[in-house]
């Protein structure tokens, strides 16, 4: 009853920039904290960037501190990770996460999306 879809993501060069976005619909009462993640080729998948439900708090990876951004708009249930000076090593399949109360009440359960692949090849 709760999809996430990702979008954005693409072959970009060595340097370049790409903006995902991830959106959840369905029956949703509150959403908790959001974040991105990443599995590359033969590697286990790995948090990106998180931020809790206020936007307030945010952390990354320390592979991506500095060149990445994650914010949400709370008002489309919407996440989204900026990704600037992007470098072969953050070739992946991109995956949105999200905790969401879909009752009041309810205990946040955990969603994700189907993922979004991200190539960055000259």
């Known amino acids: 009853q709760v999809q996430l879809v990702e979008s954005g993501g693409g072959l970009v060069q060595p340097g370049g920039s790409l903006r995902l976005s991830c959106a959840a619909s369905?029956?949703?009462?509150?959403?908790?904290?959001m974040g991105w993640y990443r599995q590359a080729p033969g590697k286990q998948r790995e948090l990106v960037a998180a931020?809790?439900?206020?936007?307030?708090?945010?952390n990354y990876a320390d592979s991506v501190k500095g060149r990445f951004t994650i914010s949400r708009d709370n008002a489309k249930n919407t996440v989204y990770l900026q990704m600037t000076s992007l470098k072969p090593m953050d070739t992946a399949v991109y995956y949105c996460?999200?905790?969401?109360?879909?009752?009041?009440?309810?205990?946040?359960?955990?969603?994700w999306g189907q993922g979004t692949q991200v190539t960055v090849s000259s």
């Open positions: 369905g029956v949703i009462f509150n959403i908790h904290a």
């Open positions: 931020i809790s439900s206020g936007g307030a708090s945010t």
């Open positions: 996460n999200a905790a969401i109360v879909s009752m009041i009440g309810q205990h946040p359960y955990d969603y």
